[in-house]
């Protein structure tokens, strides 16, 4: 009895008809679904296998695309967990990545120029 109610409650919510409507507006298919990344101005690296069925390998070259201050790194032959595949080139390329010296453009005026607070040292130091 207890295996028919779970059974049921979980092909409930699987049904497009009977799912919450908060999930089902986030789930439906918009124009420009993609247009809130290129306001996300952060630096990402975005790493992925090049058979990756969990995340299918498209989807991290359309995130990449997408995302203004975006890196791409694909790993050959690897699924999934490209980054254990390929341990020492991955910790290279997050290294070299994290290092990087260029500050993205949207921080780069607020870094040099950090608004005046009338308090004494208290700019922030430079990422370089």
Not at 19 to 46: F, N
Not at 90 to 114: C, E, G, I, T, Y
Not at 115 to 123: F, L, Q
């Amino acid at each position: 009895m207890i295996r028919a109610s779970i059974c049921s409650t979980v092909s409930a919510r699987n049904d497009p008809r009977t799912r919450p409507r908060p999930i089902a507006k986030w789930a439906a298919p918009r124009e420009h679904p993609y247009d809130y990344l290129k306001s996300i101005r952060q630096p990402t690296l975005v790493v992925n296998g090049s058979t990756d069925l969990i995340i299918y390998t498209v989807n991290s070259f359309i995130l990449q695309q997408n995302l203004p201050n975006a890196e791409l790194i694909i790993y050959p032959d690897s699924a999934h967990g490209g980054h254990h595949q390929y341990p020492k080139l991955f910790v290279r390329h997050a290294s070299m990545f994290l290092s990087a010296n260029d500050v993205w453009p949207a921080q780069a005026s607020k870094l040099n120029n950090p608004p005046p607070t009338g308090k004494k040292n208290d700019h922030p130091q430079s990422l370089r």
